[in-house]
């Protein structure tokens, strides 16, 4: 793996491309610490400090950990790429069900713009509405728990203020992660995500430090024999992550010979990939996001609706009832999420039309079928283990009294999204390295898939 790292920058595009990458990441981070005129930064930063020490996280946790810290520094990136990755989200799930945008998406690249079109003006959208409500919520602390202000000088003029910063920089970071996607090594959005996950990270190291210290009693929280206990478990997590990333069900496909004048054409075997985790980490997040709306809600009604107060109690990131809700959800969005976007009918068609069938299977509507039932088999294997390596951090925190930022990357969506970005972006450097006769990183272990 050294000899590839180095073999990276012996060629001049790749090495451009990756310091490339790496300037606009400096960047972003910079537009994640230029603070929001007129904001007490520093309440803010004990707030959320707070907050991840405390069970869960909560949903101040999970923005400032989208946003790569921004929301804990009041900076302009305090919105992060999250409203991109919502419009995105909207529209590829509008495709499956508006015909137009259908349409679009088969159309080849002219199609694509168009929709990509749609994501930037609908992120500037959401923008808008985040930026108003981050700019509300700064000015009404109560709302977060605090009693001392927050913003020096509130009013209108703030709100615009605040909407105009926050626009700006999220659309700048979007426009960053397209150029890396242009210009560097691929994968932009991801990369800006992880870069802000692993900004965390160094915080995470301080807590974990701070657990096996003395106190001021002499007594630890820990003894040193958790930490290899840590250790160990984080090993297998992470093997874990790989292996449900990586899993994939090879379906064999034939083609038939046929012969066109003088030229035979197919004939040839190959396979159809079908990954074992197709919905990635979209089950995650839209639980996580369903689930705070219902705390937020209930939060906001009067305190003498007790039953309200102890709804939204119940519901909190660190009690069974979440647990429980946060589990089913992540397996019904897995299957929805594979309903929307994977087509047997679709594929069947095509395999059909170019000569293709699967060995045992009849054209048509029975390999859409078969398709459609293997799909099935295998997604439920994928969500159980989804739901597992989610869940992994509340318990830690719960049971173990690990705090929150310190687990989180011992499962859920930090590590998912980092696992999976790392593999991607050693996959895109490697292709690199490959075309000019390299070795690549991925040479070795690799998964294979079940026939």
């Known amino acids: 793996m050294l000899s590839a790292f180095t073999n990276s920058f012996r060629i001049p595009e790749l090495r ?22 007129g904001v007490d930064a520093l309440a803010l930063q004990r707030l959320i400090a707070d907050v991840e020490k405390s069970s869960g996280g909560g949903m101040l946790g999970l923005l400032d950990m989208f946003s790569g810290g921004a929301l804990r520094n009041c900076a302009v990136g305090a919105l992060g790429i999250m409203p991109y990755i919502s419009a995105s989200i909207i529209l590829q799930l509008l495709t499956a069900v508006v015909p137009t945008l259908g349409r679009l998406a088969r159309e080849g690249d002219s199609g694509r713009q168009k929709i990509t079109q749609y994501s930037r003006l609908l992120t500037v959208f959401l923008c808008l509405i985040q930026g108003w409500f981050l700019a509300t919520t700064l000015e009404n602390p109560a709302n977060l728990g605090i009693n001392q202000n927050i913003v020096l ?10 909407i105009v910063s926050v626009t700006a920089g999220s659309v700048f970071i979007m426009w960053l992660g397209e150029q890396i996607t242009q210009r560097g090594i691929g994968n932009g959005i991801s990369l800006i995500i992880t870069e802000g996950i692993v900004s965390r990270l160094p915080f995470a190291v301080a807590y974990a430090v701070q657990m096996f210290k003395a106190g001021e009693d002499g007594l630890r929280q820990f003894n040193p024999i958790f930490s290899v206990v840590l250790l160990v478990a984080l090993f297998l997590v992470v093997a874990g992550t790989i292996l449900l990333t990586q899993g994939q069900r090879k379906i064999p496909i034939q083609y038939a010979k046929r012969v066109v004048g003088r030229k035979t054409y197919g004939g040839q075997s190959t396979y159809m990939p079908l990954r074992i985790n197709y919905s990635g980490v979209m089950p995650i997040i839209f639980a996580q996001s369903i689930l705070m709306f219902p705390i937020i809600l209930l939060k906001r009604l009067p305190n003498s609706w007790d039953w309200a107060q102890t709804l939204a109690t119940h519901l909190g990131p660190d009690q069974v009832l979440h647990m429980v809700l946060y589990g089913v959800m992540i397996l019904f969005f897995s299957y929805f999420w594979v309903a929307t976007q994977f087509q047997p009918v679709q594929i069947a068609d095509d395999l059909k039309k170019y000569g293709g069938y699967v060995p045992g299977v009849r054209p048509g509507r029975p390999t859409a079928e078969f398709l459609d039932n293997t799909m099935t088999k295998i997604t439920l294997a994928g969500a159980i283990f989804l739901t597992v390596i989610a869940v992994i951090p509340t318990i830690m925190n719960r049971q173990f009294d690990v705090p ?3 687990a ?7 590590l998912l999204i980092t696992v999976g970005v790392m593999l991607d972006t050693m996959r895109q ?14 040479r070795k272990g690799k998964l294979r898939g079940r026939r």
């Open 16 to 37: 451009a491309r990756i310091l490339f990458t790496l300037g606009l990441i400096f960047v972003c981070r910079l537009v994640a610490n230029v603070p929001i005129p």
């Open 408 to 414: 989180s990357f011992f499962g859920g969506t930090s």
């Open 429 to 442: 450097v490697e292709s690199h390295l490959l075309m000019r006769h390299y070795d690549g990183f991925l």
């Open 153 to 162: 000088n509130p009013g209108i003029g703030f709100r615009l203020m605040t």
């Open 404 to 406: 929150s930022l310190v």
